[in-house]
């Protein structure tokens, strides 16, 4: 009986056991399916983070480097890219999914910079592509243009940038923005004692400024009450949706814009704002030289008007199109670059009182030498050219603001015939080529250990201000490219920081929350909440 049970038992064992084996028979295909997948999982874990040594992130087969950038531009997409470089020794190639034209050779390298922006600047352009995603709002004025097309346009506008008539002007509406519209516009904030978004203002103020040398007429953005002006929020949300672009697959924005879906909706309704705007201005204006006599002509000295009076190289007037897109293209390059940087400057002021305090010594030394009756007749202070100009610590403070937060943090080119980089990196033609402007200044390379650190005196050489090379500091470019409006925008920029910095002290909000927003332009994310107070002139 007992035995029989045993029996019994180790016979239901063994069935168990057969069946056991059976199962796993019949499981041994998907277990080596599941192994070789496994196997290649790992495979290629293991080959894309070695290439994170060639590369500096991590490649993966058919999504390339997406992965990485998509997490960089959760946080601060800067400063991946700043430590990429920093990791590659200044130069490394992103490689974008297979499907996209994201691939590109990123650098930091002055060596480079020179090369393309200077020694070899015919072989790098723009490119389609660059212009291809900036074509519907740019067009093919000077900021998105090559070839002819831009140096046509280049010589005409410095030969009126350096002209007396045009000098007064830009001198003449800015001394009345910043003394008609802006300082009673900060006086009503502190008598309101209210917070108030300083980065906003401050566009404003540029937004006015660059219109009324552009188009030669005045939006009136900057007014009590601070105004929406319609043309003003679409030309900055024009170049938001833009500026996304650059990120995403070409087919993909052109898909979206095809269905008219997203920001490429948002882009084309925004286009069509600017459009209007500047074809009545146009319409306007035309008119206007119309009923002139040659006897009576117009001292009009704004872009569009000078432009209007030129003709082509076939001898005939520019078309209304071409017009606007130069005005525009000014619009871009004036509007945000010195009203991004003031805002970064008067945040790197607030967290550095020193630097502020010598600025108010300079400011108030230059003060001294005016004449007595200059000064304490209780006429309000208005800074004189020459004295803007003495203001050497002042524009090395912007200088090293603009070192380290660039109005425009990245560029683009594209080579039109192989090449080589001075530091070995092989460009074949087609190449998309990216130029960090924010990564050189946070590189110790080219600025020492303490790069990091907002130093005007690195700008000084017995205390009169002196500037590097265009192509270790290319906030205003470099070559032929050199920024037209470069002197303009250091004159603009320490005019409206010496009115303000010389009547309060700027107070940045308690835990306002300050990053770079992703844009053409390097804006505050959250703009710059500041409170003012005033300071004792006696």
Request: glycine share 6%.
């Amino acid at each position: 009986m007992i035995d029989s049970c045993n029996n019994t038992i180790v016979s239901a064992a063994l069935v168990g056991v057969h069946g056991r084996i059976n199962v796993f028979r019949q499981l041994m295909p998907e277990l080596q399916t599941l192994e070789v997948l496994l196997a290649m999982a790992i495979f290629v874990t293991i080959h894309s983070l070695r290439q994170k040594k060639k590369q500096g992130v991590p490649v993966w087969p058919v999504i390339g480097m997406l992965p990485s950038m998509v997490l960089g531009l959760r946080g601060n997409a800067y400063e991946w890219v700043t430590n990429t470089l920093i990791q590659q020794g200044g130069t490394f190639v992103f490689k974008g999914p297979w499907f996209s034209s994201l691939n590109c050779v990123v650098t930091a390298d002055p060596r480079n910079l020179e090369h393309l922006l200077k020694s070899k600047f015919t072989n790098f352009p723009k490119g389609q592509h660059f212009r291809g995603a900036l074509h519907d709002l740019l067009g093919d004025g000077i900021f998105n243009a090559d070839d002819e097309t831009w140096r046509r346009q280049r010589k005409t506008a410095s030969i009126e940038f350096h002209s007396t008539q045009f000098r007064k002007l830009t001198a003449s509406s800015l001394v009345e923005l910043v003394h008609a519209r802006l300082l009673p516009v900060l006086e009503e904030a502190v008598e309101s004692n209210t917070p108030f978004d300083l980065q906003n203002v401050l566009l404003r103020l540029t937004f006015d400024n660059v219109c009324m040398i552009a188009f030669g007429v005045d939006p009136g953005c900057l007014r009590p009450g601070l105004p929406v002006i319609p043309f003003a929020r679409a030309f900055e949300d024009a170049t938001e949706a833009a500026a996304l672009r650059f990120v995403m697959p070409t087919a993909v924005w052109k898909a979206m814009r095809f269905f008219d879906v997203g920001t490429e909706a948002k882009l084309q309704r925004s286009i069509k704002g600017v459009d209007e705007f500047a074809d009545e201005v146009i319409r306007t204006r035309k008119k206007e030289l119309e009923l002139e006599s040659e006897d009576n002509a117009s001292s009009r000295s704004d872009l569009l008007t000078i432009f209007m009076r030129l003709k082509d190289d076939d001898g005939k007037s520019y078309s209304d199109k071409f017009l606007r897109d130069i005005c525009v293209n000014f619009i871009l390059a004036g509007r945000d670059t010195s009203s991004v940087a003031l805002a970064w400057f008067f945040w790197l002021l607030n967290q550095n009182p020193e630097v502020e305090k010598n600025i108010l010594s300079e400011i108030r030394r230059i003060l001294a030498e005016r004449e007595v009756t200059d000064v304490w007749n209780n006429t309000p202070v208005v800074f004189k050219p020459e004295e803007v100009k003495k203001m050497d610590y002042l524009q090395a403070a912007l200088t090293e603001t603009l070192r380290l937060y660039p109005s425009v943090p990245v560029d683009h080119k594209e080579v039109t015939e192989d090449d080589v980089f001075p530091d070995g990196t092989v460009l074949k033609k087609g190449t998309k080529i990216i130029y960090g402007i924010y990564p050189m200044g946070r590189m110790e390379s080219i600025w020492g250990k303490d790069c990091r650190e907002f130093k005007p005196e690195r700008w000084l050489r017995d205390g009169r201000f002196m500037s590097e090379s265009s192509y270790k500091f290319t906030a205003f470019n470099g070559g032929p490219r050199l920024c037209l409006g470069k002197d303009f925008a250091y004159y603009q920029m320490k005019s409206v920081a010496a009115a303000i910095i010389y009547r309060y002290r700027v107070d940045v909000l308690p835990g306002h929350p300050v990053a770079p927003k992703l844009a053409l332009t390097m804006y505050m994310k959250h703009g710059l909440k500041v409170t003012l107070c005033k300071r004792d002139q006696s």
